[in-house]
């Protein structure tokens, strides 16, 4: 048995970070990125997304990368579904946890995925059927995205009531995990309280899970306060892959090592060994380009004490 954690890291760095990526990584990278991260202690990965290869090539390998990263002990596998079409790919391979988005501001979904919202959130009842209508109910979990949660590059600010709506929805129709996205970094950590309290109220015993993104060097601020509302499930990306193909510079999801010291530091279990992290990105930045990899812990390296705890000293 794995021993209890007190926080789930999430890496999405092989799907949000990957997809920003003009230039596919080769799969057998992608592979080792994937077992040497689970290996450092890792336990959940969004290994990839099942959308057309036309529109992402990034994903070509999709069936691969799953296939493969099922193999792995002790990993729970994730891939993001943006549709009916890719939830059924995903469920053909036995994918045992599936993400679905929506955007809450509906130009971004319209965008995004050419549809309207609502229209998006009915498509989640067809993927809990279809879940169903496979034999899935009990080995497949359906989480559910909320991305531009927290503001929006077309639309700006995002009411929160907005969120509230879509979060009860998904909740009603079957989602086992909610996941609150600030797609575009423009949240503060006084509208995580927020939004993440209202989400709460709506999804009683479902978890909720927060996807931050760094854009504007509050990401790490932002877990934070969603800590302190109780969350207990973050998404982060190994060297901050990703970020937006129209903001040169711009960083993407908040930077797994960076999170899993500042938690480990705060004295929560993580189940993730931060050297051998350190190590998968250096790993990982021979493929990508260090150019790529963002993050203040590769830099700075760890604190005199964390080298003493290894030689057997104590952490605190
Ligand atoms: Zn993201």
Redesign the pocket.
């Known amino acids: 048995m794995q021993p209890a954690l007190d926080v789930l890291v999430r890496e999405?760095g092989l799907r949000?970070g990957l997809q920003s990526l003009p230039t596919p990584l080769p799969t057998s990278a992608k592979l080792a990125w994937i077992r040497a991260e689970a290996a450092a202690g890792v336990r959940e990965i969004e290994v990839t997304s099942f959308v057309p290869a036309k529109l992402l090539p990034q994903f070509a390998d999709a069936e691969q990368v799953v296939e493969q990263s099922l193999l792995v002990p002790g990993l729970q596998v994730v891939a993001l579904v943006p549709n009916l079409r890719g939830a059924q790919r995903a469920l053909a391979l036995g994918v045992p946890k599936l993400d679905y988005v929506v955007s809450v501001s509906r130009t971004h979904n319209l965008k995004n995925v050419r549809r309207e919202r609502e229209a998006s959130l009915e498509d989640f009842r067809g993927i809990v059927q279809a879940r169903d209508a496979a034999g899935r109910r009990q080995t497949t979990t359906l989480a559910a995205g909320l991305?531009t949660a927290l503001g929006c590059s077309y639309e700006g600010r995002i009411a929160v009531d907005e969120v509230r709506r879509c979060a009860a929805f998904l909740a009603e129709a079957g989602a086992q995990e909610i996941l609150v996205?600030?797609?575009v970094g423009y949240g503060d950590p006084g509208q995580v309280r927020e939004v993440f309290r209202a989400v709460l109220a709506e999804t009683a015993g479902i978890p909720v899970a927060a996807?931050f993104?760094d854009t504007r060097g509050l990401g790490l601020a932002n877990v934070l306060a969603a800590l302190e509302c109780g969350i207990r499930r973050f998404?982060a990306?190994l060297g901050g892959l990703?970020g937006c193909p129209y903001a040169p510079g711009a960083s993407?999801?908040i930077v797994t090592e960076d999170l899993v010291f500042m938690l480990d530091s705060m004295g929560l279990r993580t189940g993730i060994d931060i050297e051998r992290l350190l190590a998968v990105r250096e790993q990982a930045a021979q493929h990508l380009g260090a150019g790529q990899m963002h993050g203040a812990l590769a830099r700075a390296g760890l604190p005199l004490h964390y080298q003493a705890a290894r030689s057997g000293g104590r952490l605190h």
């Open positions: 999405v949000d991305s996205a600030d797609t996807h993104h998404d990306s990703g993407g999801n």
